[in-house]
């Protein structure tokens, strides 16, 4: 079965920067997209950060754009998520997923095939 596991969360202080990772398991699709998905409390869940295995062509959202950066190791089958000058507004769980076949690089939780169990980032100001 398909297991996408996160780790690396945490809280900081703003400015500051965290690390996120996600290992994949069972999953087959060389052709989908996968990335990350953020929650704050209150709010609906949005697209952070996208990629494609293939090429690594990436989407960001535009709040963090600049700030925030996608990377992959395919042989691993491993994404990364590295985050800097960290926001108050950057707070929420975070979600490692993968994006349906057809449907691109995801920013549209619809489109979601697969979630992680979800890794808690606070930045406190």
């Known amino acids: 079965q398909v297991r996408l596991v996160e780790s690396g969360g945490g809280s900081v202080q703003a400015g500051g920067s965290l690390r996120l990772s996600c290992q994949l398991s069972?999953?087959?699709?060389?052709?989908?997209?996968r990335g990350w998905f953020r929650q704050a409390p209150g709010k609906e869940r949005e697209a952070v950060a996208m990629i494609y295995p293939g090429g690594g062509i990436t989407r960001y959202h535009d709040s963090v754009d600049g700030r925030f950066t996608i990377s992959q190791v395919n042989s691993e089958n491993k994404i990364h998520l590295e985050m800097n000058s960290l926001e108050p507004e950057d707070t929420g769980v975070y979600f490692c997923?993968?994006?349906?076949?057809?449907?691109?690089?995801?920013?549209?939780?619809?489109?979601?095939?697969?979630w992680g169990q979800g890794t808690q980032v606070t930045v406190s100001s």
């Open positions: 069972g999953y087959t699709c060389n052709s989908c997209s």
């Open positions: 997923v993968t994006g349906k076949g057809a449907a691109g690089l995801v920013t549209d939780a619809r489109f979601v095939e697969y």
